[in-house]
C-alpha cells in the first residue's frame, strides 16, 4: 500500500509568521489540540507534524498563502492584515500581539507633513486621504522612526505598543489610525474541504480565548 499523501482531506497545512507572534500562537494551536511544538532554530522553512504542515513566512505573506489556498488556515496580526487587503475568512481575534498603527511626530513638530515613511503604505494612504493630507508615502522596511528623527520625513505611520521607542527617541503619538491584534485567518474552500478539523479547532480555540480572556 503508498503511503499516505501529505494533503490528504484530515490534514492541515498552516502558516505562521516568524517573529514574535510564532511563539504564543504555536502555544495557542497546542492548547487547542494541534499537535505542534515550536519549530528547532534550523533552516528549514517546512516543519512536519501528525497530520499537520507547519510553514514558517514573513508575516506579509500568511494572508497570501492562506487566501491562495496553499495554507489552510494562519495567525497574523490584523496590522498586517489590512494592509494585504486579502478578503480570507477570520473568525477570532486572539487577544494577543496587541499594538496600534499611529501617526508619529518628533515632539512638538508643527511642519506641513509632505512625506510620510511607514512599512504600511496602503493603510497609511487610506488615512491621509481621509485627513486631507496630500502627503508622499515613503515605504520603508524596518526601524521606521528613524525616518522621523532625520528629517527622511516629518511624520511616519508605525506600530506603538509600550510608547518607549516614542519616548527613547523624542517622539509623539499625534494620531491612532487603528488598534491591532494577533487574529486566525482561515482559507474559505478549506473551510468547507477540511470542516471536519477545522470547525471543531475554531470552537476550540474560540473557548480558549474567552476562558483565557475571563481570567485576565
Ligand atoms: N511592539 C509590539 N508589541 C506588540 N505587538 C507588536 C509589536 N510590534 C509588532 N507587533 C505585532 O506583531 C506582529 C509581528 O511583529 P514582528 O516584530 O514579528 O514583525 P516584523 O519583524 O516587523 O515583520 P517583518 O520583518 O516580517 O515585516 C506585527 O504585525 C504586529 O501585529
Ligand atoms: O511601543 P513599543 O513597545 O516601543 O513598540 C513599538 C515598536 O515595536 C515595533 O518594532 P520592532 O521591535 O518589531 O522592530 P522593527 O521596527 O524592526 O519592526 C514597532 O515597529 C515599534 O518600533
Known amino acids: 500500500m503508498s503511503p499516505a499523501p501529505v494533503y490528504a482531506p484530515d490534514h492541515l497545512t498552516l502558516a505562521l509568521p ?6 504564543e500562537a504555536v502555544s495557542l ?6 499537535p505542534l511544538s515550536l ?3 534550523s533552516r528549514a522553512l517546512r516543519h512536519e507534524f501528525p497530520g499537520v504542515t507547519l510553514l514558517e513566512l514573513r508575516n506579509q505573506d500568511v494572508p497570501v498563502y492562506v487566501d491562495l489556498g496553499v495554507a489552510d488556515l494562519g495567525i497574523v496580526g490584523k496590522d498586517v492584515l489590512i494592509e494585504s487587503g486579502r478578503a480570507v475568512f477570520e473568525p477570532i481575534d486572539l487577544r494577543f500581539a496587541g499594538c496600534r ?3 508619529i511626530r518628533e515632539v512638538g513638530a508643527t511642519a506641513p507633513i509632505n512625506r510620510v515613511g511607514t512599512k504600511y503604505p496602503r493603510a497609511a494612504r487610506a488615512y491621509l486621504n481621509a485627513q486631507g493630507i496630500p502627503a508622499e508615502i ?5 526601524n521606521i522612526e528613524l525616518a522621523a528623527l532625520t528629517g527622511l520625513a516629518e511624520a511616519v505611520i508605525d506600530l506603538v505598543q509600550t510608547g ?10 499625534v494620531d491612532v489610525l487603528f488598534h491591532s491584534s494577533a487574529r486566525l485567518i482561515v ?5 468547507k474541504l477540511r470542516r471536519e478539523r477545522l470547525r471543531p479547532l475554531i470552537e476550540r480555540l474560540r473557548e480558549l480565548v474567552a476562558v483565557e480572556q475571563a481570567v485576565d
Open 164 to 173: 518607549s521607542t516614542l519616548r527613547a527617541n523624542n517622539l509623539e503619538e
Open 101 to 103: 498603527l499611529s501617526l
Open 187 to 191: 482559507n474559505r474552500a478549506a473551510l
Open 138 to 142: 515613503v515605504k520603508l522596511s524596518g
Open 18 to 23: 516568524k517573529g514574535r507572534i510564532l511563539e
Open 29 to 34: 494551536l497546542s492548547r487547542a489540540g494541534l
Open 39 to 41: 519549530p528547532e532554530k
